[in-house]
């Protein structure tokens, strides 16, 4: 292993793509974006990405290697190294992003959904260095899950596992974009937490300046900061949010059994005024033999870059497993 | 491997405790039974076991190995070697089995839980052959289940993943025995059903022979010959089990996205009046991308000795291990 290895960690959203160097110990060496356009077709984003690729190497020192590429993206299988079906992307079914990638780079390159990349790059990176079974949620506009058990992410028989967005926390509750009714995404979520707020309006009658906010306006971070000036039913809806997210966190312990559970994403960047509750709610719906052993943290990848941070992860750990198995591939 | 090798499989009950010779391909030798004595130490339970050990063997030709004794008990702990707190035993807080086990056999030996004995004997001996994800679900008088991921049993953390019987239905629901409400179990279970039955009675004017029954009387068998005879209220609670079974096991796909999922115990005997619903309401519940993927199947094991199959299969998985560890211990 030379020490000025390195792999690109990219993480593909729906308006922009993030990209960045990442040496083995996390730190991002540079780091670039490029407009998604999500309308066109796949095989031009990796032409803009092949871009800003050349670009950002040209300022690195020429002894530098890259090792491997890792890629998250909405709606990717690992098995398949498939991205199927994207939600805001005009890709169709099924693009073969690895494939795609290989043509150009002849690297090791894997592809997962972002929510798996946040759970390698906090066990590879993170607050669950050591650990080896462990739980990582993204509060975002969704809830995305990655899961580790016995020191390795869960991609189950089919590449799709760890979706615990699309649990059920009531059968005949809220609409979800999925089709199903009452998943846990459509409480506990940036747009679950104004969905609550917008229920708590409707049932109580305590004034709030977010009485003259229209649905449509509302943002998890005006209920936010509603709830840090002290208005009693921003207050309401983090509670609420979090009894649901630390029931069905009891769920979640009751499959794996992990010693932590990380929250990551912009939701989670609420601090207290979601994890203080959770805790306490996740105690309380805990099967006895689990109470008072599963720690309850934020991520401790920076923010803005734990996308990218992820999906370099993903490309290290891919670049160790095809060192161990030499018919998995041929790194360069 | 010698061809006469063979593993002592130990199912500790309340009442009674099962064991039997069990070789490499899951056949059971020999077969015998001594009583539990739940208000005795476990010590004593394993001297009447070593005397039924050593009759058992009396029987078998001399050139017969045994290589390892797996065993399932209630509570236990694989990661400990423990049973602890177990409900229907007086053995208090922590037994270690496996410590007392070898003070006796120079052997591996090794114990969990028998709902994960369950489904090891399942992955080994039954019709989870060959695959990789599996989750068994045991029906008794409680919910008890053992999740396999990419071919290894979860123990989590703490030795005690796989306890679906106390994920929530309901937080307002059932009270359980674990101290919690609307846990699983309470529903989906032989106890379960009749208490379901139970509250059908009270909701719906329908007549019923079970109307005649004390609540105190009523079984899971009484309630599954009522329905075989075509009684409106029992096959409505059948029903109801199955759509609670569905949607619960919708969730547990959505954390391990298994490729298929085991009924076994008293209750899964009621075959087709539950699984055919329960398979109904699985594909209504599920997410989306699994729908179609996941099979729920009855286990292949012969009813009357799943658990001690299961506990000979933990041997035989134990054997494996060390076989392959050599650090693990000294199998003779």
């Known amino acids: ?64 290697i890259i090792s491997g590429i890792g890629i998250g993206a909405p709606n990717a299988n690992y098995l398949r190294g498939t991205v199927e079906n994207p ?9 073969n992003l690895v494939e795609l990638f290989r043509q150009q780079y002849h690297l090791p390159v894997a592809v997962t959904n972002d929510a798996n990349a946040a759970a390698i790059g906090e066990l590879l990176f993170g607050g669950a260095r050591g650990m080896k079974n462990v ?25 799709f596992a760890g979706e615990l967005g699309h649990t059920v926390v009531d059968p005949t509750g809220r609409f979800c974009a999925c089709g199903n009714r009452g998943c846990l995404e459509t409480y506990v979520s940036a747009t679950g937490l104004c969905r609550t707020l917008c229920e708590l309006l409707a049932q109580r009658c305590d004034p709030s300046p977010l009485r003259d906010v229209s649905f449509k306006n509302l943002t998890a971070k005006l209920v936010y900061e509603a709830a840090c000036a002290g208005d009693s039913i921003a207050l309401s809806a983090f509670d609420a949010t979090a009894r649901i997210l630390g029931m069905k966190l009891a769920d979640a312990v009751a499959h794996t059994s992990p010693e932590a559970i990380f929250l990551s994403g912009g939701l989670a960047a609420a601090g207290e005024l979601l994890i203080v509750p959770a805790r306490h709610y996740l105690e309380e719906f805990l099967f006895r033999p689990y109470r008072g052993k599963v720690k309850l943290l934020c991520s401790e990848l920076p923010a803005g870059n734990a996308a990218v941070l992820g999906a370099a992860a993903l490309a290290w750990h891919e670049v160790d497993n095809i060192a161990i198995d030499p018919a998995g591939g041929n790194p360069i």
């Open 135 to 159: 739980i990582v949620i993204t509060l975002g506009t969704g809830l995305g899950s990655g899961i580790i058990a016995n020191g390795e992410l869960l991609y189950g028989a089919d590449g």
């Open 1 to 64: 292993m030379h020490p000025n290895d390195c792999v690109i960690g990219i993480d593909i959203g729906g308006t922009t793509t993030s990209l960045g160097f990442v040496d083995r110990h996390g730190a991002l060496i540079c780091e670039a974006t490029v407009a998604t356009e999500a309308h066109q077709p796949a095989e031009t984003l990796i032409c803009r990405l092949g871009d800003a690729i050349e670009t950002l190497r040209g300022t690195l020192p020429s002894d530098v």
């Open 87 to 95: 939600p805001n992307l005009d890709w169709g079914a099924s693009v």
